[in-house]
T-cell receptor
Framework: QQQVKQSPQSLIVQKGGISIINCAYE??????FPWYQQFPGKGPALLIA?????SEKKEGRFTISFNKSAKQFSLHIMDSQPGDSATYFC??????????FGKGTRLHILP | DTAVSQTPKYLVTQMGNDKSIKCEQNLGHDTMYWYKQDSKKFLKIMFSYNNKELIINETVPNRFSPKSPDKAHLNLHINSLELGDSAVYFC????????????FGEGSWLTVV
């Protein structure tokens, strides 16, 4: 059973546009929701994260929107750049140690 | 300095062989992990160790045996390799009490032929 559902699987956006990736979860015990960015040949790296008591968090061009009642959260990349082309994973933490990842979104920004 | 380093980066081996992947972190973290990423990029947790003690074992075949000689090292030994074991294996670490961020190594690309 997939505990964190992520969409779309792939996304193509024009340079300067807004990239939006969505995630949904079922387990209300999740208490921390990070987004990771992975470039080809590299390991995932933390991009931005949010706790469920906050509805929005912004860091530079990256914003997480969190809807606790709908059990959904999304990543918005404003003014998308070719250097943002990567695979993005949403995730959720269960307990102290277990981070569960969505299936990833391959983002390609057209120059 | 690389925070989480794993070796080898690439490994090609035949079915039935036994192989190991080593991981070391120099961040002083208490918790270490092994994740498996398949060809579709799906990241799945395999094991979690805290201060050398096994915390999470996600129904991984017992051909996979992690070993943590100290809290800075978590090695992965795989017996009787199968074609389906081909994947990228990521070692990762987290501070534990003081941090939520998981730091990943660069991955070990295992191909079983």
């Amino acid at each position: 059973q997939q505990q964190v559902k992520q969409s779309p699987q792939s996304l193509i956006v024009q340079k300067g546009g807004i990239s939006i990736i969505n995630c949904a979860y079922e387990n209300t015990a999740f208490d921390y929701f990070p987004w990771y960015q992975q470039f080809p040949g590299k390991g995932p790296a933390l991009l931005i994260a949010i706790r469920p008591d906050v509805s929005e968090k912004k860091e530079g061009r990256f914003t997480i929107s969190f809807n606790k009642s709908a059990k959904q959260f999304s990543l918005h990349i404003m003014d998308s750049q070719p250097g943002d082309s990567a695979t993005y994973f949403c995730a959720a933490r269960e307990g102290d140690d277990k981070i569960i990842f969505g299936k990833g979104t391959r983002l390609h920004i057209l120059p | 300095d690389t925070a989480v380093s794993q070796t080898p980066k690439y490994l090609v081996t035949q079915m039935g062989n036994d192989k190991s992947i080593k991981c070391e972190q120099n961040l002083g973290h208490d918790t270490m992990y092994w994740y498996k990423q398949d060809s579709k990029k799906f990241l799945k947790i395999m094991f979690s160790y805290n201060n050398k003690e096994l915390i999470i074992n996600e129904t991984v075949p017992n051909r996979f045996s992690p070993k943590s000689p100290d809290k800075a090292h978590l090695n992965l030994h795989i017996n009787s390799l199968e074609l389906g074991d081909s994947a990228v294996y990521f070692c990762a670490s987290r501070h534990g009490q003081l941090g939520n961020t998981i730091y990943f190594g660069e991955g070990s690309w295992l191909t079983v032929v």
